[in-house]
């Protein structure tokens, strides 16, 4: 089986992060990044845009998107939630963000970030791929699918 391509974008502002907590689906309850599945014949840095507007109505062109690095997660008990992300910063975007069925967005403190609130794994890469330079991580998740066996950065 082979892992699902996923975005991740951070809109970033001052010394704040724009998070969200999810309402439905996968991770539902927790706070994640904005982004998701990257659809059949799409670029990531087009499902990245596409994904940041559908979640909160904010408007990224492709040319503000930073590459950050990428995220390998791989889920032993759960194969078919395996996934490579890609992830993305921009500091300019067109509108407020608003919630919307799927996320309620909210604007973190870089050096504070809701790391109890979000997946376990977060604490590992997330701080990083935030202040740069562009990294490389692969994370296994342990046997419930929450907590983390292993992280290797490259």
Do not use: C, Y
């Amino acid at each position: 089986m082979t892992a699902a391509p996923v975005t991740l974008v951070f809109l970033l502002r001052e010394d704040q992060v724009l998070l969200g907590l999810k309402k439905t689906g996968f991770g539902q309850g927790k706070i994640v990044g904005i982004g998701g599945h990257v659809e059949p014949g799409e670029s990531t840095t087009a499902a990245a845009v596409r994904e940041v507007f559908e979640e909160t109505s904010v408007r990224v062109e492709e040319a503000e998107l930073v590459f950050r690095g990428t995220v390998k997660f791989r889920f032993p008990a759960r194969p078919d939630w395996d996934m490579d992300t890609s992830v993305f910063s921009a500091t300019r975007w067109l509108g407020t963000p608003v919630e919307t069925e799927e996320i309620a967005p909210q604007w973190h403190p870089l050096e504070e970030l809701p790391l109890n609130s979000m997946w376990q794994d977060a604490e590992h890469w997330l701080p990083a791929l935030l202040k740069g330079p562009e990294r490389h991580f692969t994370v296994l998740m342990a046997a419930d699918s929450e907590g983390v066996e292993a992280v290797s950065a490259e």
